[in-house]
Structure formats: C-alpha cells, structure tokens
C-alpha cells in the first residue's frame, strides 16, 4: 500500500491484478482508496485521480457526514437501511409497545407512543435491527461452522465502529457489527464467512485468502460492495 497525496487529500494506492482502476471511499473516516491495475503507472494512477477530484470531494463530504445522519430524528419521510435497500420511514403514534415493519418495497413503519423522544425512538429500531440481524445470522453460521469444519464457541451482535466483524481465536469467539442488517444479504453471508475462516487463519495472508477462495469464490467483489458506501 502506498499513499498518493492529490490536492492535500490522501489517498491509499494498491497494485493488484485487476483490469480495471477502482476508486472508493470507506466510511467512518471517509479515507479514499485506490485500487489500480499492475501494469498502470503511478504517474497515469494520478492523472486518474485528478480527473475524479470532484467526485472524491463529494463521496468523501457524504461519508462524513454518515455519522450525522445516524443521529436521526426518527421522524417520517427519513432514509434508513436494511438488507441493502433504502426504506423511508413511517412513523405511527399509538399507545402500545415499539413495533417495526417493513411496508411494502418502500416504507420502514415505527410504531411508537407519542411521547418517545428521539433516543427511545432509536433504541427500539436498535433492538429490532439487532434481532433481524440474528435471525439472518444463525442459520448462515451454523451452515458456514459445517461446511469449513469449524465451530465458533459464541458469537454475538455489537455495535463496532470500524469493523464488520471480529474473532478472537483463542476464545473461538465472534462478534458481528449491528451495522450489517444494513447491507445486501450476501455481504452478512461474506462476513460470516471471513470471521468463521479466522479459526482457520488468524492473519490476512495468502492461505486465508484461498480459504475463501475454496469456500466462497465471489468474495472479492462482495468485500468492495461491503465496504463501499451507500448512496
Ligand atoms: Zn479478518
């Protein structure tokens, strides 16, 4: 990895076997990240660059503004995501506990009294983000623990700000970021792919690499798409 600086703005720079020249900003930081093909010069890698300056600019200003955008009001007519599809959200007073549904193709549905402030309102998304989440993981950790011949301990649902999910090896132990029910399904799968592979490989070296490989042949594409942020 090396850092190009265009304009004062960093931008990590990798060489891989790729055909085409890629460029993303990952959130939290909104860091760009520049992902050329081998046989591209570093000179050509910058032009490339300069000629997205604009665009680099925008995406990394809507980045940083994600964590803004977290603290919502939880009000009707808001964006918020889950399983990868943007939903606007309905919010519907009524004196019974919090109950969220998704409504139709389009609309998140929060039913909650209408004294709930905007944390409470939060919380009860929370909870029920954090259950969804557990019912897409389970059976994709129990089919993942058998096909790879592994067997996590316990795995659990944390709120993480930089990554999708971690393992401590010596424990067997995994924990999954709550941020995941945002993104398409195939990217959870991915992630509890990766994680169950770190029993089998602690490092992100080349033997776990074709430990996806074996298992999950379309990783690579499904890691860019996890990490790339959502417009
Ligand atoms: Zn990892």
């Known amino acids: 990895m090396k850092i190009l600086t265009i304009n004062n703005i960093p931008i990590d720079a990798e060489w891989k076997k790729i055909k085409n020249i890629h460029l993303s900003i990952y959130p939290p930081a909104g860091r760009a990240h520049v ?116 067997k996590a301990s316990r795995w659990e649902v944390k709120r993480m700000k930089t990554l999708w999910g971690s393992c401590n090896v010596g424990k067997a132990r995994i924990l999954f970021n709550l941020e995941l029910i945002k993104k398409p399904i195939h990217c959870i799968e991915y992630v509890v792919v990766h994680e169950l592979a770190h029993l089998l490989e602690n490092r992100h070296n080349s033997r776990f690499k074709s430990i996806l490989d074996a298992n999950l042949p379309n990783w690579r594409p499904i890691k860019e798409e996890l990490n790339e942020f959502i417009v």
């Open 35 to 150: 992902s050329a093909p081998i046989w591209m010069s570093e000179d050509s890698v910058r032009l490339f660059l300069i000629t997205k300056l604009n665009w680099l600019k925008k995406k990394a200003g809507e980045v940083l503004s994600q964590p803004r955008q977290t603290k919502r009001e939880f009000v009707s007519g808001e964006n918020h995501y889950y399983k990868g599809r943007r939903y606007i959200m309905r919010v519907i007073y009524r004196n019974q506990p919090p109950k969220i549904e998704i409504d139709g193709l389009n609309h998140i549905n929060l039913y909650i009294r209408q004294t709930a402030s905007a944390v409470q309102k939060a919380q009860a998304l929370q909870e029920w983000y954090r259950r969804e989440l557990k019912i897409i993981l389970e059976p994709f950790v129990k089919k993942w623990e058998s096909l790879m011949n592994v």
